[in-house]
């Protein structure tokens, strides 16, 4: 993903961590395009993934300094997407017309069916974000989609 950063926060899993995190950024009015904790492997430190847009390489050094001033942090790291496994989850409901539109949903192995309903069909897309982008775009031109949500980026450093 071109111009992208992700930053991984580790901290202890504390009330307030996370606003006071999102805070720094706000103070340096820099935009979270996405955002996502996770738990991790020790117990009581959570994982804080942070995905920002259009940012100079120069302002991305500030901002760790300044998170890594918080008390509860105990380590930042700013990686790229050559050097991390990204994996994004869409859920998406579209409008079910016919048999015809499950049997042309099925056939697509990027997806896999959660539920069936006389209305409509829901299901979930598991993949990068750059693959996720292009399965959702074939998916608006084949299919009405009736909601659609994303969630932020699983990220492990390779």
């Given at each position: 993903?071109k111009?992208c950063?992700?930053i991984?926060?580790?901290?202890?899993?504390?009330?307030?961590?996370?606003?006071r995190?999102a805070?720094?950024?706000?103070r340096?009015?820099?935009?979270?395009?996405?955002i996502?904790?996770?738990?991790?492997?020790?117990?009581?430190?959570k994982k804080?993934?942070?995905?920002l847009?259009?940012?100079?390489?120069?302002?991305?050094?500030?901002?760790?300094?300044q998170?890594?001033?918080?008390?509860?942090?105990?380590?930042v790291v700013?990686?790229?997407?050559d050097?991390?496994i990204?994996i994004?989850?869409?859920?998406?409901?579209?409008?079910?017309?016919?048999?015809?539109?499950?049997?042309?949903?099925?056939?697509?192995?990027e997806?896999?069916?959660?539920?069936?309903?006389?209305?409509?069909?829901?299901f979930?897309?598991?993949?990068?974000?750059?693959?996720?982008?292009?399965?959702?775009?074939?998916?608006?031109?084949?299919f009405?989609?009736n909601?659609?949500?994303?969630?932020?980026a699983?990220?492990?450093?390779?």
């Amino acid at each position: 993903m071109k111009n992208c950063h992700i930053i991984l926060i580790f901290a202890q899993d504390e009330k307030g961590v996370i606003e006071r995190i999102a805070m720094s950024f706000r103070r340096k009015m820099y935009n979270i395009s996405q955002i996502s904790t996770s738990d991790t492997e020790k117990e009581g430190i959570k994982k804080i993934t942070v995905e920002l847009d259009n940012l100079e390489d120069d302002k991305i050094s500030k901002i760790l300094k300044q998170i890594n001033k918080i008390i509860e942090v105990i380590d930042v790291v700013h990686i790229t997407y050559d050097k991390a496994i990204v994996i994004k989850v869409a859920l998406v409901k579209i409008k079910n017309n016919d048999d015809y539109t499950l049997n042309k949903l099925q056939k697509m192995q990027e997806i896999e069916v959660l539920n069936v309903s006389r209305n409509n069909i829901i299901f979930r897309v598991i993949q990068n974000p750059e693959e996720l982008k292009k399965i959702l775009e074939k998916i608006s031109k084949n299919f009405i989609i009736n909601e659609i949500t994303t969630s932020g980026a699983v990220v492990m450093e390779k």
